[in-house]
């Protein structure tokens, strides 16, 4: 979850037309309905008939993750991979250091993967010296970037345009079991992948629970991973302290009128005119800087929030995501549980054979996985963290030594190279040794 503060206003606005006016509401209600069985009933998309589907995406012109990281002189890589069930996603690679020209070396793989409205660009804000991925390539790693279908780099399918509404029906439970497997199933298929069996992960957020949701719905894939690194990890969410979320979630986190006219869409099609409000507000010599900065100061502890690298996240963010997403976020902070996707009572039993959704055998994470947690993170409570730990059978606990580190640092605080990047690397680099002598 990076970078929501967008997002979020847009939801307080879609919740407060929805209880001033239950007339619009019904019709509404009726109009999706109609839309619906339409579409799921006619085999033809007729919105990609009469819609061009990149009409809304509209990257064009601005720097991708591989522009970005080419500028800094690192060999960059565009890859589409179709996922089983046909969404099409843009995965980035840095796959050698070209100031250590080890692109002949077996290097280890690792992908790192964002969070919620957020996309690959999260991990380069801050530029060769400091962001992960520059530091792994040069460490000699062959390092992969993830973007979850719906974000701007993953808004493309084999049969769906974006603007059908099928498209948008997925939450966090498909990005685990459709997008996660594929990617690391590609990196280990691609040419350095040869005679490589696993891949170490980084998750930010989101990229956290896709990590538990495929680990323990398909456990056969903890055998693909060497080192699991979880930043502000979420998973159960009874004490988390957002107040946003917590607003939201009795309307929304349960199966009803609101949770129903909101779901199953995108969240915040990609903006022009709100992406170039933000863009233009970040920059260091406007007047609105301070609007900017006390935007970001809800997510980011306070003065140590690299500043300089917002305007490079605000081309690309917020990159895009299914309502379901969010919606299946709000259950689970309701019902205390991490479970999959609840679609009522009469679905669920059709479903899954029980009216409750069922829980995620975390249990069955075998991987060796690393939390990286905080006691400031609004989105991920000290408490939750350790439950869902306690469950795991595999796991080394960092707990943030600084009581301000908040859900945002791991991505933008100044001093993230230091207290995060480095002593992973090292985890990676000491995995690496052992198993090389081996
Ligand atoms: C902050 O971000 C900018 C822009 O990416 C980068 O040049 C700089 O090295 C980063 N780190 C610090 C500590 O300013
Ligand atoms: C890069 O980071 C190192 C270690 O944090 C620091 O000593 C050095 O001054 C930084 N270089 C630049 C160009 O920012
Ligand atoms: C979407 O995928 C189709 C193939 O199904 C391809 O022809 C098209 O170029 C892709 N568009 C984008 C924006 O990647
Ligand atoms: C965490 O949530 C549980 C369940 O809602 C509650 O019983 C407990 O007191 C909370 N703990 C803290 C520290 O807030």
């Known amino acids: 979850m990076c970078l929501p503060a967008v997002s979020w206003h847009r939801t307080i606005g879609n919740i407060s037309i929805m209880r001033r006016s239950t007339g619009s509401l ?16 006619g085999p033809i998309d007729f919105y990609k008939l009469y819609d061009n589907p990149e009409a809304h995406i509209s990257l064009k012109g601005k720097a991708t993750t591989a522009d970005r990281t080419a500028a800094h002189g690192y060999p960059s890589e565009h890859h589409h991979i179709i996922t089983e069930d046909g969404y099409i996603l843009g995965v980035f690679r840095i796959p050698y250091s070209h100031k250590l020209q080890n692109q002949n070396a077996k290097r280890p793989i690792v992908l790192l993967q964002h969070g919620l409205t957020s996309c690959s660009d999260a991990w380069i804000l801050q530029g060769p010296n400091d962001s992960l991925p520059y530091l792994l390539a040069d460490a000699g790693y062959d390092v992969w970037m993830g973007n979850a279908r719906g974000t701007s780099y993953s808004r493309n399918h084999t049969t769906l345009s974006t603007d059908h509404p099928l498209f948008w029906q997925f939450s966090w439970h498909e990005i685990a079991i459709y997008d996660i497997l594929a990617i690391i199933d590609y990196a280990l298929r691609t040419e ?23 680990m323990s719905s398909i456990p056969a894939y903890n055998a693909k991973i060497k080192t699991a690194h979880l930043f502000a990890p979420v998973a159960i969410m009874k004490n988390l302290s957002s107040p946003l979320v917590r607003y939201l979630g009795p309307y929304l986190g ?5 949770s129903i006219l909101f779901g199953s869409q995108e969240f915040l099609p990609y903006n022009e005119f709100v992406m170039a409000l933000f863009f233009n507000i970040c920059q260091p010599d406007v007047l609105y800087r301070p609007v900017c900065e006390s935007a970001m100061k809800t997510l980011y502890s306070g003065g140590r929030v690299n500043m300089t690298a917002m305007p490079e996240a605000m081309p ?5 995501c299914s309502t379901d997403q969010m919606l299946h976020y709000l259950q689970e902070q309701q019902s205390g549980y991490f479970r999959q996707y609840d679609h009522g009572t009469k679905k669920n039993l059709q479903v899954y054979g029980s009216e409750e959704p069922p829980e995620y055998p975390v249990e069955l994470i075998s991987s060796l996985v690393h939390l990286w947690y905080a006691d400031s993170d609004d989105l991920a409570a000290v408490e939750d963290v350790e439950e869902i730990a306690n469950r795991l059978p595999n ?29 992973v690397i090292s985890i990676m680099e000491e995995y690496e040794l052992k198993n090389s002598e081996t």
Do not use: C
């Not at 019904?26 to 009933?41: D, H, N, P, R, T």
């Not at 696993?198 to 896709?210: M, N």
């Not at 349960?254 to 609101?258: D, K, L």
């Not at 933008?412 to 480095?422: A, F, H, I, M, S």
């Open 26 to 41: 019904l019709i509404l209600a009726v109009l999706v309905v109609g839309v619906y069985s339409a579409a799921i009933e």
């Open 395 to 423: 796991k080394v606990m960092h707990r943030m030594a600084d009581p301000e580190w908040n859900h945002g640092d791991f991505s933008l605080n100044r001093e993230v190279r230091k207290y995060v990047n480095e002593p």
């Open 254 to 258: 349960h199966r009803n009128a609101y």
């Open 316 to 320: 690309t963010h917020p990159a895009g």
């Open 192 to 214: 350095n992948g040869e005679g490589q069996d696993a891949i170490h992960y980084v998750g930010h957020s989101q990229g956290t629970t896709v990590f538990f949701a495929l």
